[in-house]
């Protein structure tokens, strides 16, 4: 029962959270299971939260996706898969990222050169 002048509680406004999307939870998922020794276990979360994301309109920031593409491309090579590597890493190449985006981005940017000559080192 409400007293004079309380407010019901059911009409209080609610603070709501955005959950962090399926690729960002993907991407923090597949990096503990590449630091456990699992890369075909990251490989494969990763590959799942693409696929879902794929029918649905593409929700996530560029460089969120460019890290999941590049992390994909990393697992890709450490499976001896070289074209899925080729795959991922043109993915992650043809993002229009932005330059305030790139300079966040520069640990993965190195990392995506470093597994480009890798791959074509082969």
């Known amino acids: 029962m409400v007293q004079r002048g309380e ?3 059911g009409r ?3 603070r709501t959270v955005d959950a962090p999307s399926d690729i960002a939870r993907a991407v923090e998922h597949a990096r503990i299971l590449r ?3 699992d890369p075909t276990g990251a490989a494969r979360i990763l590959d799942r939260a693409f696929d879902a994301e794929g029918v649905r309109t593409r929700t996530v920031s560029e460089r969120l996706r460019f890290r999941a593409l ?3 491309a990393d697992l890709a090579l450490q499976l001896h898969d070289d074209a899925a590597a080729a795959r991922f890493l043109a993915g992650a190449e043809a993002l229009p990222l932005l330059a305030d985006a ?3 981005l520069d640990d993965d940017l190195h ?3 470093e597994l480009r000559e890798r791959l074509d080192a082969d």
């Open 7 to 9: 407010v019901p509680l």
């Open 12 to 14: 209080l406004p609610r």
């Open 35 to 37: 630091g456990a020794g």
């Open 70 to 72: 590049v992390l994909r």
């Open 102 to 104: 790139l300079a966040a």
């Open 111 to 113: 990392l995506a050169e």
